[in-house]
């Protein structure tokens, strides 16, 4: 492949800043706070400052057998999962789907305690296995939290508007519209691999039913073990709905979990030199923010926190078919070659990349892109060192 010679890059700040504004990255280089990672939101009153507090208490603790740990899990906390470089973060800690194709379409096989397995059990004799029949093997890893808050508020129609405005270089982009558990309402789903939930409530309640086998009010129902009932009836001696609600407060630990994930502060920036506003430049030149949005806003809301502000996070929140990249999973709307754009703010502290961690490093996550990546990933191969190191030292900034 030959070498793409970046010519006329302004020189200069002016001229950065020139480029900046045509690529629609400048307002990213805005920080929307400059506290360190884990943080609350800023401004926040004392009693949702509490809530959050109280939300990370819950998030870090050790579930038990007696609170409803099981009968299969994958983990005993949020935290254990959810841990770098703070409390919301990331991990390396990898998760299994797996599926068949039946007729060309994807079977989670349910039936068989698919598509999640559950890594650990409460007693070997319940233990899961990834069926023989399964053909579709997948690992996703977690993804961080910060910042999400946010992320809910901005308004359905925002993205869904944004999914409608053409695109170059065979971009299309869809939302994903999910039945939320909370409401019963059909939203746009910005949660997840797949953008699988709609809302943080949802968000917990599904995690706290997979992730760690502990039923609620949204999630009443256990899961059995590869699907058996009768390891279910066994080994399930919790009554359900697990997760109770504290008379005092009025709240569950589903309730404990979205205050903290509500409130959690976006990902703190590093400080803005040349060359990553030169990368920011890049950025823009070669086709990423079409998919990796710079700036979404959220709408009007009654905590001052949330209310109208500008979202750094580098993500459209919309589905796009990224070829091989995609984990051959059909989940919720999205499909097997689908993939909500993962946000970039906070990319720095998130190694490894990429869904199932495959890539070490930036530079080898964007040369896996594929799909509706593909042309941006090439013109990133085809920069020279010098502008391609731009783009990574931005990238690396967030």
């Not at 971009?171 to 949660?191: L, M, N, P, S």
């Not at 990553?276 to 009654?302: D, N």
């Amino acid at each position: 492949m030959k070498t793409m010679k970046i010519t006329k890059m302004p020189v200069g700040v002016w001229g950065l800043t020139a480029m900046l504004f045509a690529s629609g990255t400048l307002l990213a280089q805005t920080p929307l706070i400059t506290s360190g990672f884990g943080a609350p939101l800023r401004n926040l009153p004392a009693d949702l400052l509490a809530a959050f507090t109280d939300g990370l208490a819950e998030f870090e603790e050790e579930d038990t057998l007696a609170q409803g740990l099981g009968p299969i899990f994958n983990n005993v906390s949020c935290a254990v999962c959810h841990s770098s470089p703070a409390t919301g973060g990331a991990s390396a800690i990898l998760e299994t789907r797996f599926g068949r194709l039946v007729d060309g379409h994807f079977d989670p096989m349910t039936e068989l305690g698919g598509s999640l397995l559950q890594e650990f059990s409460i007693d070997p004799a319940c233990q899961e296995t990834i069926p023989d029949t399964a053909t579709i093997i997948a690992r996703r890893q977690t993804q961080p939290l910060f910042g999400l808050g946010l992320i809910e508020a901005i308004p359905d129609w925002v993205i869904v508007a944004n999914a409608l405005l053409s695109k170059p270089d065979g971009i299309t982009g869809r939302a994903a519209i999910v039945k939320d558990v909370a409401t019963g309402q059909w939203r746009v789903g910005r949660f997840g691999w797949k953008a699988q939930q709609a809302t943080l409530l949802a968000f917990s309640g599904d995690a706290y039913l997979n992730e760690m086998g502990i039923t609620s009010r949204l999630f009443p129902q256990e899961n059995a073990p590869n699907g058996d009932i009768t390891m279910l009836a066994q080994f399930d001696q919790v009554p359900d709905p697990e997760d109770e609600t504290d008379p005092i407060t009025g709240k569950s630990n589903i309730d404990a979990f979205t205050d903290f994930m509500k409130f959690l502060a976006p990902p703190p920036r590093l400080a803005t030199t040349l060359s990553t506003l030169a990368g920011a430049a890049v950025f823009g030149s070669i086709g990423c923010a079409y998919c990796h949005q710079p700036v979404l806003y959220t709408g009007p809301s009654s905590i001052e926190a949330l209310d109208q502000k500008a979202v750094v996070l580098y993500s459209d929140l919309l589905l796009h078919n990224m070829g091989s990249l995609g984990d051959g999973i059909a989940q919720a709307a999205a499909g097997r070659r689908e993939m909500r754009t993962a946000p970039l703010w906070g990319l720095r502290a998130s190694a490894p990349y990429l869904h199932d961690g495959r890539a070490a490093t930036v530079d080898e996550a964007i040369r896996a892109h594929d799909g509706e990546g593909a042309v941006a990933r090439d013109r990133y191969v085809g920069l020279t060192p010098t502008y391609q190191k731009y783009l990574l030292d931005f990238l690396n900034s967030n």
